[in-house]
């Protein structure tokens, strides 16, 4: 296994055929660093989330409006903004698709998918689907070379996490509006929801069974109450506001859970909307979080079991930097354990479509709709089905019926190939010096182009990350 194929595979998204194998794989990596464009083309093309906000969320505010007498009517607009919201959602994921297939820097396309699974929201959700595209685009893209706590206040501001983990009905339990709607209807009692908080603390800084107990999660919470979106959900506790189509982030004081907060031992007296932005700056800063954000790193790129003494010195790089994030990845790519040739991780889902298409020479997903093949293979984008994101290790995604299913995909694109492509001339420049002798002579004994190309894209060196 070569440094060239390394580099290109484990750290990247797949070799083209049009591109030659780097000749100093670490020097390829570091350039990329300065090329990084985090609004390509494809991603520039899509919708904002005001553009979203003031579509979807609009138009279900115009339901709303809508008189109770005529329900088929109404039944027919709301799946028309549902059904106009899924097409959002769809193009965005062909657009994501794109930028994979034609970036020049695929080393940090492939940070952004990192962080995105990190910091996952669901489409799975009607009313965040629309908005996962412009959550990937907004608050993952424009900080992947930044500071891990920047990403993390721009993930939690963003609507498409506010709205997926409910963080918009969160209202404080002594709040101005808690008192108000008491006044109104003593039995209606409004709700401190803690979804947000807990992922916070569980998922995307801390990490499970780090010593915060449910008393941290709860006065967590209750710092956030206030911290909103301009888009009003179904269903939402406050009256109609003004900018309740902008799509950005307000602070809404009236929800917010008057008082100090004490969480993980440190007290919080800081007014409104800086309470909770005081907890996540400290939440960004714990070594836990360094830790925590230093072995999923490891396990994405080195093994499903990561090197304790590769941890560690991740860690050390993020805690020293204060988060600066090019310098935690200076540290992988100059980690030794990154370059062991015996490692290699095997590809998810994602992985393997985006390198099979770039295998192919394509650089735009075109005619082919990404959604539903990453349906078929199992790992639809945007969908991890829960708020931990999908599972990064082979286990998950190395089933009998998962490998079939890459078969019957491989064989389709290599029908639609025809004998435009040579698997024998293809298959070493996407896998310079990695190539089995075993898989070349299966590839040269294939009856056909597309054969030959099929058995290369589900060989075992294709199907994993070196």
Known sequence: MSAPSIALNRFGLGARPDEGAPADPKRWLLDQFDRY??????????????????????????????????????RAARQAVVRDGRETYRAAVNARADAALATATPFLERMVHFWANHFAVSADKQIAAPFAGAFEAEAIRP???????????????HPGMQLFLDQARSAGPNSRLAERAAERNPERKLGLNENLAREILELHTLGARTGYSQADVTEFA???????????PPGAMAPAQADDATGGFVFRPAFHEPGARTILGRSYAQPGEEQARAVLL???????????????????????????ALVARLSAAFTK?????????RALIEAPEAWDASAAKFKTPWDWLISAFRA????????????????????????????????????????????????????????????????RALAPKLLPGTLAKATAEQIARAESAPTALALLLVSPDFLRRA
């Open 143 to 157: 900080h992947v070379m930044g500071r891990f706590s920047d990403m993390l206040l721009a993930v939690e501001r």
């Open 222 to 232: 209750k710092a956030m109450t206030g911290w909103s979106v301009a888009v009003r």
């Open 360 to 423: 192919m020479g394509r650089r735009e997903a075109g005619n082919a709709q990404i959604l539903p093949l990453s349906n078929q293979l199992g790992q639809p984008v945007w969908r991890p089905g829960s708020p931990a994101g999908w599972d990064d290790v082979a286990a998950s995604w190395a089933a009998p019926d998962a490998l079939v299913r890459r078969v019957e995909l491989a064989q389709r694109f290599a029908t639609t190939a025809g004998d435009r492509i040579d698997a």
């Open 282 to 308: 400290d939440l960004a800063a714990a070594p836990a979080t360094a830790k925590h954000i230093a072995t999923k790193l490891a396990r994405h790129f080195v093994a499903d079991d990561p090197p304790p």
């Open 37 to 74: 464009d985090p609004r390509p083309a494809p991603i520039a093309a899509q919708p904002d989330s005001a553009a979203v906000a003031k579509d979807y969320g609009g138009g279900l505010a115009a339901v709303r409006r809508m008189g109770k007498d005529d329900e088929e009517a109404r």
């Open 321 to 329: 930097s204060d988060g600066d994030l090019p310098t935690v990845y």
